[in-house]
């Protein structure tokens, strides 16, 4: 006998119930804390926060924490609470020109004025297993300096000087906000870069990969990599003028790349840029050469149907949370549309025996 | 700043704006039904409705163009205060509120474009009276419905313009009825 | 709840999306695009639904949430918890009682009476995604009600199969000018989309649109002279209420693959057993 299936809302609760302990795991072991996971996992807690546009490293470490470490789940956290967040304004355009370095350098000059600075990178790192990690992380102080302070001049505008660099004219036109207004296609590469700086950095990777295996090659330099802290500043009407509200930690990638003249322009070198959140470099060199090859038609080059060239592809489809959460619905019940097709493929098979048996009697 | 400009708007915003939405939205999906709309009190020349309306629907990001007597101090102090909806011209308006022969002529409101017909004008029109009248006929309409107009021509124009077109609301006292330019008028 | 504005979203949405509703309404059919909102539940799980009601209930209103017809699904029960807590509506699983019903996939059985608001959960909205992928194209072909595509689509499967190979999100016309998905309902329920009494609104929420079926509204299924639509149903009798004009799910009910067919709509099939019909399989 069949009696329908009652008590979601029971499971519903007991599923929540059971998920808060796996949470929490094994209770002799002691519980992170938001400020642990803020200070030793920045750099999830940078992804976090840079996907999820939102700056705030508590609250993407809360975030990190309750999502029991998926990236994912957490960003959507943190995107589910900032848009119910009210607008006071926007903030003047940040100028990195003015950013305290971390982190700088470029793959095209050795030396530059302001000079290279490694900063705390993984890059040449021997990727062994630190097994005293395992039992004492204390560390010494690493030597420290003064931070160079005033304008730290990007290296494109040395090129720039000598007519090599593509113009990059100031606009002050107000971009389109992602988050208030639907996509809309052609999309402007102001709104490119906006969705490229929140998209997921494993599909931003991914595409930017693809491009330098020749996929819509575009031969990138990163012309200069910088990470640091910059002013954010906003005007208040009341007061007539605009204040810093705070600083921000951003990723910013300029890439130089190749580019062998088209109808209007001369051989010159073109750009890709990068700006995310917090520590974020593989993000922000991905996102400079996704956006790069996406600037095909304005530069006038071909198009040679690579993924990382066709802007509705990218956009569509660059999003972790529409695509994760589109991904997962499948796991919802879908017996009516599928009891619908089992009618359907049930028909169209007897129809197939019957032709079957009739043509074998011919 | 007049004291009735800060007066006037939903006693509770969230709750007086649904139960309003849902007067506009019916009426839009019905058209030639009248519904009751209230919540409102904003100054004159502005109606209840009217000011009801324009609370539920209207901020910053609509531009309202106030025609004829509309366009006073008293009406754009208050919606100013309660909407911070920008005023503009007729060519680039969302909403167009006014008295019909203020609205005149109905040709240089945006009608929206093939590809986005939704990029088009609502026309919030004050009457001062509610009764049968024209025929109507088309979505939401069981077999048809009548509501007095200011005249026919106009919305058998907009009707052939379809999808693109105008929609109107009209406000009078606490009450209002709509004609989405789906419908046909005789 | 109090941190939380009435029905969760903030004014400045819910206006937003109000205004695209009107839009929806006043052109039957045609997709408004509108800046969906990340909302607390994943995008694929009813976001867009979930905005449409949250623009549309008053604290008045009887919510009813169904998915696959029924109201004790998980997504349904969250859904409609969901409501409870930040618009304190009154819920319900009687469909006549109800003033808002959320659906997924399914029209209930008992024809809809005015006054009601019918919100449907849509996860593709655009009827021609899967014949061309380009928004760019979609959107021009609609402006130029250019829909050969679809019936060249429709009618290889009637040369290929002899029928048209659609079953669920069966493509509509509507009074004549737009084609529309209607969600993916199957097939069987498109009848009822058209002269309904209720508003009907459909909200996609990842993909960004909004569009409306005003009250009695023409909605015509594609379909070709020489192969007229046909709505279709499991060509038996609900195991547990006996109904005979009701979709139905199919149950396998034993390790032998034994099979039993009952209404997806519980609301309905619960109301027919209180009126006395029973049928032999039912306890």
Same mark, same amino acid.
């Given at each position: 006998?069949?009696?329908?299936?009652?008590?979601?809302?029971?499971?519903?609760?007991?599923?929540?119930?059971?998920?808060?302990?796996?949470?929490?795991?094994?209770?002799?072991?002691?519980?992170?804390?938001?400020?642990?996971?803020?200070?030793?996992?920045?750099?999830?807690?940078?992804?976090?926060?840079?996907?999820?546009?939102?700056?705030?490293?508590?609250?993407?470490?809360?975030?990190?924490?309750?999502?029991?470490?998926?990236?994912? !789940?957490?960003?959507?956290?943190?995107?589910?609470?900032?848009?119910?967040?009210?607008?006071?304004?926007?903030?003047?355009?940040?100028?990195?020109?003015?950013?305290?370095?971390?982190?700088?350098?470029?793959?095209?000059?050795?030396?530059?004025?302001?000079?290279?600075?490694?900063?705390?990178?993984?890059?040449?790192?021997?990727?062994?297993?630190?097994?005293?990690?395992?039992?004492?992380?204390?560390?010494?102080?690493?030597?420290?300096?003064?931070?160079?302070?005033?304008?730290?001049?990007?290296?494109?505008?040395?090129?720039?000087?000598?007519?090599?660099?593509?113009?990059?004219?100031?606009?002050?036109?107000?971009?389109?906000?992602?988050?208030?207004?639907?996509?809309?296609?052609?999309?402007?590469?102001?709104?490119?870069?906006?969705?490229?700086?929140?998209?997921?950095?494993?599909?931003?990777?991914?595409?930017?990969?693809?491009?330098?295996?020749?996929?819509?090659?575009?031969?990138?330099?990163?012309? !200069?990599?910088?990470?640091?802290?910059?002013?954010?500043?906003?005007?208040?009407?009341?007061?007539?003028?605009?204040?810093?509200?705070?600083?921000?930690?951003?990723?910013?990638?300029?890439?130089?790349?190749?580019?062998?003249?088209?109808?209007?322009?001369?051989?010159?070198?073109?750009?890709?840029?990068?700006?995310?959140?917090?520590?974020?470099?593989?993000?922000?060199?991905?996102?400079?050469?996704?956006?790069?090859?996406?600037?095909?038609?304005?530069?006038?080059?071909?198009?040679?149907?690579?993924?990382?060239?066709?802007?509705?592809?990218?956009?569509?489809?660059?999003?972790?949370?529409?695509?994760?959460?589109?991904?997962?619905?499948?796991?919802?019940?879908?017996?009516?549309?599928?009891?619908?097709?089992?009618?359907?493929?049930?028909?169209?098979?007897?129809?197939?025996?019957?032709?079957?048996?009739?043509?074998?009697?011919? | 700043?007049?004291?009735?400009?800060?007066?006037?708007?939903?006693?509770?915003?969230?709750?007086?704006?649904?139960?309003?939405?849902?007067?506009?939205?019916?009426?839009?999906?019905?058209?030639?039904?009248?519904?009751?709309?209230?919540?409102?009190?904003?100054?004159?020349?502005?109606?209840?409705?009217?000011?009801?309306?324009?609370?539920?629907?209207?901020?910053?990001?609509?531009?309202?163009?106030?025609?004829?007597?509309?366009?006073?101090?008293?009406?754009?102090?208050?919606?100013?205060?309660?909407?911070?909806?920008?005023?503009?011209?007729?060519?680039?308006?969302?909403?167009?509120?006014?008295?019909?022969?203020?609205?005149?002529?109905?040709?240089?409101?945006?009608?929206?474009?093939?590809?986005?017909?939704?990029?088009?004008?609502?026309?919030?029109?004050?009457?001062?009276?509610?009764?049968?009248?024209?025929?109507?006929?088309?979505?939401?309409?069981?077999?048809?419905?009548?509501?007095?107009?200011?005249?026919?021509?106009?919305?058998?124009?907009?009707?052939?313009?379809?999808?693109?077109?105008?929609?109107?609301?009209?406000?009078?006292?606490?009450?209002?009825?709509?004609?989405?330019?789906?419908?046909?008028?005789? | 709840?109090?941190?939380?504005?009435?029905?969760?979203?903030?004014?400045?949405?819910?206006?937003?999306?109000?205004?695209?509703?009107?839009?929806?309404?006043?052109?039957?059919?045609?997709? $408004?695009?509108?800046?969906?909102?990340?909302?607390?539940?994943?995008?694929?799980?009813?976001?867009?639904? $979930?905005?449409?009601?949250?623009? $549309?209930?008053?604290?008045? =209103?009887?919510?009813?949430?169904?998915?696959?017809?029924?109201? =004790?699904?998980?997504?349904? &029960?969250?859904?409609?918890?969901?409501?409870?807590?930040?618009?304190? &509506?009154?819920?319900?699983?009687?469909?006549?009682?109800?003033?808002?019903?959320? @659906?997924?996939?399914?029209?209930?059985?008992?024809?809809?009476?005015?006054?009601?608001?019918?919100?449907?959960?849509?996860?593709?909205?655009?009827?021609?995604?899967?014949?061309?992928?380009?928004?760019?194209? @979609?959107?021009?072909?609609?402006?130029?009600?250019?829909?050969?595509?679809?019936?060249?689509?429709?009618?290889?499967?009637?040369?290929?199969?002899?029928?048209?190979?659609?079953?669920?999100?069966?493509?509509?016309?509507?009074?004549?000018?737009?084609?529309?998905?209607?969600?993916?309902?199957?097939?069987?329920?498109?009848?009822?989309?058209?002269?309904?009494?209720?508003?009907?609104?459909?909200?996609?929420?990842?993909?960004?649109?909004?569009?409306?079926?005003?009250?009695?509204?023409?909605? &015509?299924?594609?379909?070709?002279? =020489?192969?007229?639509?046909?709505?279709?149903?499991?060509?038996?009798?609900?195991?547990?209420?006996?109904?005979?004009?009701?979709?139905?799910?199919?149950?396998?009910?034993?390790?032998?693959?034994?099979?039993?067919?009952?209404?997806? =709509? @519980?609301?309905?099939?619960?109301?027919?057993?209180?009126?006395?019909?029973?049928?032999?399989?039912?306890?």
């Amino acid at each position: 006998m069949y009696v329908a299936v009652k008590g979601g809302e029971r499971a519903i609760e007991n599923a929540h119930a059971w998920l808060a302990e796996e949470r929490r795991g094994n209770t002799d072991i002691a519980e992170l804390s938001i400020a642990q996971i803020r200070e030793q996992l920045s750099l999830a807690v940078n992804r976090v926060m840079a996907e999820g546009s939102l700056y705030d490293p508590d609250l993407a470490a809360l975030a990190i924490k309750q999502a029991r470490g998926d990236l994912i !789940e957490a960003i959507f956290l943190i995107r589910a609470y900032r848009t119910t967040l009210p607008r006071f304004g926007a903030s003047e355009p940040l100028d990195t020109g003015i950013m305290a370095c971390d982190r700088r350098i470029s793959a095209t000059f050795k030396d530059l004025p302001g000079g290279q600075v490694l900063g705390p990178t993984f890059d040449y790192t021997h990727r062994l297993l630190n097994f005293k990690l395992a039992a004492d992380g204390e560390v010494t102080k690493a030597p420290s300096r003064d931070a160079e302070t005033g304008n730290v001049p990007h290296v494109t505008e040395f090129l720039n000087r000598e007519g090599l660099m593509e113009e990059a004219p100031h606009d002050d036109t107000p971009p389109p906000d992602l988050t208030r207004e639907p996509l809309e296609m052609p999309a402007d590469r102001a709104l490119r870069l906006q969705a490229l700086t929140r998209a997921d950095e494993g599909f931003t990777l991914g595409l930017a990969y693809s491009t330098q295996r020749g996929y819509g090659r575009n031969h990138a330099f990163v012309g !200069e990599l910088r990470i640091g802290s910059v002013p954010v500043e906003m005007d208040i009407p009341e007061l007539g003028f605009a204040v810093e509200i705070g600083e921000v930690i951003l990723t910013e990638c300029e890439t130089v790349n190749q580019f062998t003249g088209s109808k209007t322009e001369p051989p010159q070198f073109t750009r890709g840029y990068g700006l995310v959140f917090g520590q974020t470099e593989r993000k922000a060199i991905s996102m400079a050469l996704v956006d790069r090859a996406l600037r095909w038609e304005e530069l006038g080059e071909d198009n040679v149907g690579a993924p990382a060239q066709d802007a509705e592809f990218v956009l569509y489809h660059a999003d972790n949370i529409q695509a994760t959460g589109f991904l997962e619905h499948i796991k919802l019940p879908h017996y009516v549309d599928f009891q619908s097709e089992l009618e359907l493929v049930r028909k169209l098979r007897r129809e197939a025996g019957a032709q079957q048996v009739q043509e074998a009697a011919e | 700043m007049q004291a009735n400009t800060l007066s006037g708007g939903f006693a509770d915003p969230a709750i007086g704006s649904a139960h309003a939405f849902r007067s506009v939205m019916e009426a839009m999906a019905r058209p030639g039904t009248i519904q009751d709309i209230e919540g409102a009190a904003p100054p004159a020349p502005l109606s209840p409705a009217m000011g009801a309306v324009l609370l539920t629907l209207c901020d910053t990001e609509t531009p309202i163009y106030l025609a004829g007597d509309m366009d006073c101090e008293a009406a754009r102090a208050w919606l100013a205060f309660h909407t911070g909806a920008p005023f503009v011209g007729p060519a680039h308006c969302m909403f167009a509120v006014g008295k019909w022969d203020a609205l005149a002529p109905l040709a240089v409101y945006p009608i929206g474009t093939s590809e986005y017909p939704d990029r088009s004008a609502t026309l919030i029109v004050e009457c001062s009276e509610f009764a049968a009248g024209a025929t109507l006929t088309g979505p939401g309409i069981k077999d048809q419905a009548t509501l007095s107009l200011p005249e026919v021509e106009a919305f058998q124009v907009n009707r052939t313009l379809f999808p693109l077109g105008l929609d109107f609301i009209f406000t009078c006292g606490e009450r209002l009825a709509a004609l989405p330019r789906s419908t046909k008028v005789s | 709840m109090t941190e939380y504005n009435f029905a969760y979203l903030d004014e400045q949405t819910k206006r937003m999306i109000r205004r695209a509703i009107l839009k929806g309404l006043a052109i039957p059919g045609y997709q $408004v695009p509108f800046a969906s909102r990340e909302m607390p539940m994943p995008y694929g799980w009813g976001t867009g639904g $979930v905005q449409v009601s949250a623009a $549309v209930l008053t604290p008045k =209103d009887t919510f009813k949430v169904i998915d696959q017809g029924a109201d =004790d699904t998980t997504n349904a &029960v969250s859904i409609r918890t969901f409501f409870q807590r930040t618009a304190g &509506v009154a819920t319900t699983t009687t469909t006549s009682d109800a003033t808002v019903i959320q @659906t997924r996939h399914r029209i209930p059985e008992e024809p809809l009476h005015e006054g009601q608001i019918l919100v449907y959960q849509v996860p593709i909205p655009e009827p021609l995604r899967f014949l061309e992928p380009r928004e760019s194209e @979609t959107r021009k072909m609609h402006s130029l009600e250019e829909y050969g595509l679809m019936h060249v689509k429709l009618y290889e499967d009637i040369s290929r199969h002899g029928h048209i190979a659609t079953s669920y999100a069966y493509p509509v016309k509507v009074e004549g000018r737009y084609v529309m998905d209607p969600s993916p309902i199957p097939k069987f329920d498109n009848p009822k989309l058209g002269d309904m009494a209720a508003i009907q609104l459909f909200g996609a929420g990842r993909e960004q649109r909004i569009y409306a079926l005003p009250p009695y509204t023409q909605v &015509v299924s594609l379909d070709f002279e =020489d192969h007229p639509f046909e709505a279709s149903k499991a060509d038996h009798p609900c195991g547990m209420c006996g109904a005979t004009d009701s979709y139905l799910d199919e149950l396998i009910i034993d390790d032998a693959g034994g099979r039993m067919f009952v209404c997806s =709509d @519980t609301d309905y099939c619960e109301v027919r057993q209180a009126a006395g019909h029973k049928r032999k399989d039912a306890a």
